[in-house]
Every structure is written in structure tokens, then in C-alpha cells.
């Protein structure tokens, strides 16, 4: 997500970095550049607007003509009003009410409501450790609800069972009875999209709003609609106590103008990040973070929370303990593989990191892309453990039995062994706590000619 935005900003700053002093001229022609940037990431022209006439007179100040690196303050004028227009801090989902806590889930047909709303579900029982059960209020798409019951059973979360020919507003009496039988803390309401709005849709989701008096009514759009969700959010503001945004299918969006239109015109706290289509694809929304990764800051916090959240804790313990005793096998290798493939793989790991245009950038030279992770997999599942544990025995026989066993050639199998070297080289350093100044450096170039 903010791909785009990243890169026109990054190329704005870079050049802005480089002037000893601003003036009026250059500060007029830095914001031509930031406007054509977010107008270009599908930001609405009223936003668009409103932030550039909010940072004009902060760029003219005299702190920015007389400071000795002005880049640097551009960027803090940028990053602190990118912020102001995302929210300023997460707002967390209000669960401050008598169990069993009603929240609904709203928005066009073909969002996500429904996955979104599995989706919450187990991020709640995960991270609040609460009691949830999910009902289907969508009488109307074929197969709606048997969708959401699905990914109830998918996922071990509690669904109401559905009774055929019942109003959305019966299920709604009925979801709340069972919930307190069941002892379900919390009540997840998905309710039915259209293609468009319109008065029914309006009339019925009001109607239901009077009888369950939700804590949260969560709008649900897709990032991928730009300006359109901007004026959905409009529209449901208008009929509900509209609370928080879920922004869906944001891993497919480059440009990113949906996030900075839809918390300005809504004036509502966007709450979660779709990322992705698995039920664990949901982040928290943090606008300080955000902001750090539109201006290509790198968000190593979230990182490192995916980190702790995605990999096997006990296994990067087991090799932290080997590499202070100076070991590294090819078993730890894979380990490493598959853990990067858990968290998104290198594009994934590298969408956190500083400067991220710049490594993509080295990435697309060295030609890297995610089947180096794949056929490096099956390279070394080709091996013996012998061979794992000691690749300095794998000689020319040894490599071309690997090479079929794996699909692949000599040369595969050499690129392999040079960048495990590399590779147990550079661990090592870094279990010594020789890590200062590889955030900033980015990907080593080194490790990118070893894969060539």
C-alpha cells in the first residue's frame, strides 16, 4: 500500500534535501509536486486542498528559511500533518458495554464484509481473549450466509445458526438470546451490501441499528475505489452513527488515496488494514506508522510485532543460541526460508523496512523475486543431512544428484551455497550485535550479487 505515493514523495524529499536553504520559489514548487503526488494516489481534490493549504504556511515560516537543513524539516511538516489528517493515534474497538457487545459490520456488496467480519472476530478472541459469535443478517446474496458459517467453522469461531425465511431483524432478537445462553461476550453483525446504495438498504441497516444499539458500526471499503469509498463513507454517515473504517484489499493497493480521503471526509477513525485474504491478514491501524511508510521511513515496530507474531518463537531461540556458539547449518537455513514465507516473504519483510523504493529498486536489478525462497527450499530439501549440517562436502557429484532431485542446475546449486555462506557470515555478526546501520544501508548489495 502507498507505493506510489512512497516513491513521488522520496524523489520530492530527495531533492528538497539537497538545497542548503528553501525559498518561496522552491517551497511553491515542492508543494506543485506534493499535490500532483496525492492527486495521482486517487486522494480526493478537497483533501488534496485542505492538506496543501494547511503545510503552505508551515514551509514559509522563517524556521524553515533559516534552518540549517530545511529537507529535513519539509519532511517533519509533511510527516506531522500526514498524521493530523490520519487520525493522530489508533482508536481501539469499544468493547465498554454489558456483555454480550453488539458491533455491525456495514458497507457495499463485493467489500469483504463478510471475510472482514470473520476477520475481527478472531483478531478479538486472539487479542482481547473474548468470547465471539458471529450472525449473518444477509438474507439476500445467495449463499451469504452459509459463507460466513463456513469460515466460523474454518476458524473455530462461534456462528448463529441459520434458519431459513427469518428477517434481519428476527436474527437479530435471536443472535442476542443465544449469545446469552452461550455465554458469547461478543456479537458480530454482517449484515447485506448492494451493489449501490440505496433508501432499502439505508432504511434496513437504521432499523437495525435502533434495535441492537451497536458499540461499533464499522464501515468496510475498498481501498481499491479511491475516491469512490471516500463518498460511500459519506453516504453511510449520513444514515448511521458510522464509528470506525476497515480498509480492505490495502496489499493490492499502490496508491493509497483511499486511507487520507475517507478518515478526512468521514471524519471517523480508520481501525483495521485488510492485507490479504487469510484470517490473520487484519492490522491495527496506526496513522504515526502509516505516515512513516507513505514518506518511506520504514515501520520497523510493526515488524518486529509481525515478527513476534508470525515465526516460532522457540525455534529462533533455538537458533540464536547456535549462532553464538558459531553455528550455522543449512537446516537453520531453510528455517529462515520458511519463517520470511510465514511473514509475506522478501516483498513482505521489505514493505517495513526504510527506504523501500531504493531496495525494491536493488531487488529489480538483481532480478530477486519470491521463487528464490521456493526453489532455494527445494534445493536444500534435496540434500541429505550430512550435507545439511556440513555443505563443505558437496562436491561436483553431490551437486548435479541435488540439481535433478531439485529441478534445477549446477549453477543453482553453486548461487545457493555461495549466499548460505554469505548468509551464516552475516548471522553470526549479527548475533555478536553487529547490526548498526543496516536499517539505513537496506539490503546488502553483496547478497544480491551472490544471487545473481
Sequence with gaps: MFENLTNKFEEIFSSLKKAPSLDEKQVEEGLRDIRQAL????????????????????????????????????????????????????????????????????????????TTSAKIAKFLEKNNKKKVMMASLDVYRPAAQEQLRLLGEQNNINTLPVIEGQLPTDICQRAINAANLNGSEI???????????????????????????????????????????????????????LTGIVLTRSDGDGRGG????????????????????KIDNLEV????????????????????????????QEKLKKTEEKLKKGQFSLDDYLSQLRQMKKMGGIEGVMSFLPGVSKIKSQMDNAGVDEKIITQNEAVILSMTKKERENPKIIDGSRKKRIANGSGTDMATINKLLKQF????????????????????????????????
Design 39 to 114: 492527486l495521482e494516489a486517487d486522494v480526493s481534490l478537497e483533501v488534496v486542498k485542505e492538506f496543501t493549504s494547511k503545510i503552505k504556511p508551515k514551509l514559509l515560516g522563517k524556521e524553515i528559511i533559516r534552518s540549517t537543513s530545511p529537507g529535513e524539516m519539509v519532511v517533519k511538516i509533511v510527516y506531522d500533518e500526514i498524521v493530523s489528517f490520519l487520525g493522530d493515534s489508533n482508536q481501539e474497538i469499544n468493547l465498554k458495554k454489558v456483555p454480550p457487545v453488539p458491533i455491525l459490520v456495514v458497507g457495499l456488496q463485493g467489500s469483504g464484509k463478510t
Design 187 to 241: 456479537i458480530i453483525f454482517d449484515t447485506a451490501g448492494r451493489t449501490q446504495i440505496d433508501l432499502q438498504m439505508m432504511s434496513e441497516i437504521k432499523q437495525i441499528e435502533n434495535i441492537i444499539k451497536p458499540s461499533e458500526i464499522l464501515l468496510v471499503a475498498d481501498s481499491l475505489t479511491g475516491q469512490v469509498a471516500a463518498n460511500v463513507a459519506k453516504e453511510f454517515m449520513n444514515t448511521v452513527s
Design 258 to 277: 483511499a486511507a487520507l480521503s475517507m478518515k478526512y471526509v468521514s471524519n471517523v477513525p480508520i481501525k483495521f488494514l485488510g492485507v490479504g485474504e
Design 285 to 312: 491501524f496506526h496513522p504515526d506508522r502509516i505516515a512513516n511508510r507513505i514518506l518511506g521511513m520504514g515501520d520497523i515496530v510493526s515488524l518486529v510485532e509481525k515478527a513476534a507474531e508470525d515465526l516460532d
Design 421 to 452: 555462506k554469505m548468509m551464516s557470515e552475516m548471522m553470526k555478526k549479527m548475533s555478536k550485535g553487529n547490526m548498526k546501520g543496516m536499517a539505513e544501508k537496506g539490503i546488502p548489495p553483496e547478497l544480491f550479487n551472490q544471487l545473481k
